[in-house]
């Protein structure tokens, strides 16, 4: 069965801190992505990645840089936290280019205080 | 640029009755995908449904199908014989020619009354 997990459900951060929120699937998948949702402005996209070491800037990068050393794995990086990055984060991947399906993980709601 | 526009308030359907949610689209790619997602309160994207811009028949997945206009640029999704557990947000979202990226809408709330 489709996995992609993240490591915190809820994480609560302080403004400056440095935040990391992690992402796993474990179904071979090439492509992963970052989201963040807000209410009244849906899903937009921060990041992607469609190999290891490769990243992609989607349409709001500001403030936060990636990582994906491993291809199971896709961290997402706040280097500084500020208050208006208080959001749920969701991360995604799908098989490949040309793949149909995003699957998502639970998301992370993240508080900066 | 690909835009997704979804402006309906919340909707209200009564459990067992047919709705309609809709989605209008925008975008200058020959090619494109048009999907819906569903989000139950517990906050995971769960995906419904597919479209592909040159298919020729409007998709369809158990209870749900997609009305597909391309001609109108809309891709509204129809559930048909609510139940209660439907209640959720349903984003509509496309994926433009050559690319995994997915542009998604504002979200429509959907509640089910019994």
């Known amino acids: 069965d489709v996995k992609v997990t993240q490591s915190s459900r809820y994480l609560v951060k302080r403004t400056g801190e440095k935040v990391f929120l992690e992402c796993v699937q474990d179904?071979?998948?090439?492509?992963m992505f970052w989201y963040r949702q807000d209410p009244g402005l849906g899903l937009r996209l921060i990041y992607f990645?469609?190999?290891?070491?490769?990243?992609e800037k989607g349409d709001i990068p500001e403030g936060y840089s990636v990582s994906r050393e491993k291809k199971e794995r896709f961290s997402l990086i706040l280097e500084s936290a500020s208050t208006n990055q208080t959001s749920m984060y969701l991360c995604?991947?799908?098989?490949?280019?040309?793949?149909?399906?995003?699957?998502f993980g639970p998301g992370t709601r993240l508080t900066v205080l | 640029a690909q835009k997704i526009t979804q402006t309906q308030p919340g909707m209200f359907v009564q459990e067992k009755e047919a709705v309609t949610l809709d989605c209008t689209y925008d975008t200058s790619d020959p090619s494109y995908g048009l999907f819906w997602y569903k989000q139950p309160s517990s906050g995971e994207m769960i995906f419904l449904i597919y479209?592909?811009?040159?298919?020729?028949q409007n998709a369809t997945e158990g209870r749900y199908s997609l009305n597909f206009q391309k001609a109108r640029k809309s891709a509204n999704l129809v559930i048909s014989a609510s139940q209660l557990g439907d209640s959720a947000m349903y984003f509509c979202a496309m994926r433009g020619y050559a690319n995994s990226k997915l542009t998604f809408g504002k979200g429509i709330t959907l509640s089910v009354r019994p």
């Open positions: 995604a991947s799908s098989f490949n280019r040309g793949s149909n399906t995003q699957y």
């Open positions: 479209q592909g811009s040159y298919d020729q």
């Open positions: 179904m071979d998948h090439e492509n």
């Open positions: 990645s469609y190999d290891v070491k490769m990243k």
